[in-house]
């Protein structure tokens, strides 16, 4: 049976492509969509239950044991708080593996000082933050870190509901070989293939940081020859470039994002020369429908939602898409930055998976701060600021974790068992229905 991509229960009912909802908003607890993009995996399911019982970086009960360990599994939490990784990079090779960060007490896991590399098939990843960060290192020193990227191997793979803020390169991407095998069809069976990007919140990439090439603030860089990658209802936000980047050949899809804040770029695609001497270029298939582009401090001027650079043509089809200045004025739809050969072809035809469902556009900035990221039952302090500087304007792309006012989380170790007969095994939600996640907080005073 294969994985259906659950997002939380209090999500609004999604309306069918191109339709308007009449209904008022709904309350929390109204049921939604299922859907996983092109990605069809059982992920760890039915495999053994491996506990997460401490915070260290590695060892017996840890995070890392887990990700390592073989065959079917899924990870659940007994602790909550920090992993400090070190600085190191942790690489999935094992396949058949269910992460569900839905499970940990408050404050949930938060990963820092190191990167999540998937370079395995069907795996699944919900409900965890990776916030890099610098931590003291030297600019242009080197050992710049993703938050969550897949890499050669991977194929089948869904991260949803993540936290990903403060990456020295990219806070979330889809890479690896361009041109391994002797065919078009061979680049794409071998590089990261059938991955979806959900309900994740997607931020505050560091600029002028550790990376070597000097400014770095990026938000997703989808390789060379990916296909079947969808990216379906994030929030972008203080990103200088990459909200996403396509390469060259990618074939993929944005639907019912939210760019906030994107300085020098918001969606591109580029098919770079040098990087393709002695191959035949490929054709670009991006679609990119009901999503919404705000500009916001960082932005230039007069920046449209999707341009084109290199030398590569793409295919491109528009519906339903959004994009306003800081004062509320429509922007244009495309340009270009290159005087490239590149063509943009107007496509008659979306490339998105069977089945998809999206809000109208005029709903995002209402539902996606509601249901986006690790822990939309309990935010941290973090997410719920950056969500607060989405709603009101503000915010700036920044060059260190320090000039966030939180910084790296140091959250107290929290405890709780994992009780098996809490939740449905077959996707980790909970029995009782996801509002129950929700617990009586007392307001500050």
Same mark, same amino acid.
């Given at each position: 049976?294969?994985f259906?991509?659950?997002?939380l ?11 308007a ?5 709904p ?9 996983a ?17 401490? !915070?260290?970086?590695q060892?017996?009960?840890s995070?890392?044991a887990?990700?390592?360990?073989k065959?079917?599994?899924?990870v ?8 400090d990784?070190?600085?190191a ?10 992460v ?12 820092i000082?190191?990167e999540?590399?998937i ?8 409900h ?10 030297p ?10 990227s ?12 993540c ?10 991407s889809?890479s ?15 590089t ?12 505050e ?18 390789h ?33 994002? !939210?760019?906030?804040?994107?300085g ?7 098919l770079v @020369? ?11 298939r991006?679609? !990119? ?26 295919e ?28 943009i072809?107007?496509?008659? @035809?979306?490339y998105l ?14 539902v996606?701060p ?7 039952w ?7 600021k ?18 966030n ?19 449905? !095994?077959?996707?980790?939600s ?7 996640l929700?617990?009586a ?5």
């Open positions: 049976m294969s259906r991509c659950r997002q229960a209090w999500l609004l009912l999604f309306g069918l492509a191109g339709t909802l009449a209904q008022p908003l309350t929390l607890n109204r049921a939604t969509y299922d859907h993009g092109w990605v069809t995996t059982p992920g760890g399911k039915g495999g053994q239950i491996l506990r997460v019982t401490n !915070l260290e970086a060892g017996p009960g995070l890392r887990a990700l390592e360990a065959g079917p599994r899924i659940v939490f007994e602790v909550g708080g920090v992993i990784m070190g600085g990079s942790w690489r999935i090779k094992e396949p058949f593996l269910t569900a960060g839905q499970t940990a007490p408050d404050p949930g896991i938060t990963l000082k190191g999540l590399n370079g395995a098939h069907d795996v699944v990843i919900q965890l933050a990776i916030r890099p960060g610098e931590y003291g290192r600019k242009k020193g080197g050992g710049d870190h993703d938050g969550i897949t890499v050669a191997g991977a194929a089948r793979v869904i991260v949803d509901h936290s990903l803020s403060w990456a020295t390169d990219e806070n979330l889809a690896g070989p361009r041109f391994e095998g002797a065919t078009p069809d061979d680049w794409r069976r071998n990261s293939h059938e991955i979806t990007f959900s309900h994740n919140l997607i931020y990439g560091l600029a002028h940081s550790v990376h070597e090439k000097g400014e770095h603030s990026k938000g997703s860089l989808i060379d020859n990916i296909t079947g990658l969808l990216i379906y209802g994030n929030v972008y936000a203080s990103n200088l470039e990459r909200n996403a980047l396509f390469k060259g050949g990618v074939r993929a899809a944005m639907v019912n994002n !939210l760019i906030y804040n994107p020098q770029r918001a969606v591109h695609y580029n @020369e040098h990087e393709w001497a002695g191959h035949e270029h490929q054709l670009g991006v679609t !990119l429908v009901a999503n919404a582009y705000r500009q916001g401090p960082d932005s230039r001027p007069g920046l449209p939602l999707f341009t084109l650079g290199g030398v590569g043509d793409v491109l089809f528009l519906q339903g898409n959004l994009a306003l200045d800081a004062q509320g004025q429509a922007l244009p739809m495309t340009g270009r930055y290159t005087s490239g050969t590149a063509r072809l107007e496509s008659r @035809e979306a998976p069977t089945g998809l469902r999206w809000l109208p556009v005029e709903r995002l900035e209402q996606l509601m249901v986006a990221g690790m822990r939309p309990a935010r941290d302090p973090i997410d719920f950056l969500l607060s500087d989405v709603a009101e304007g503000r915010g700036q792309i920044i060059d260190s974790e320090s000039q006012q939180y910084g790296h989380p140091r959250y107290k170790p929290t405890r709780r068992a994992f009780d098996v007969a809490a939740w449905n !095994l077959d996707d980790m909970p029995k009782a229905g996801w509002d129950s929700f617990v907080r007392k307001p500050k005073s």
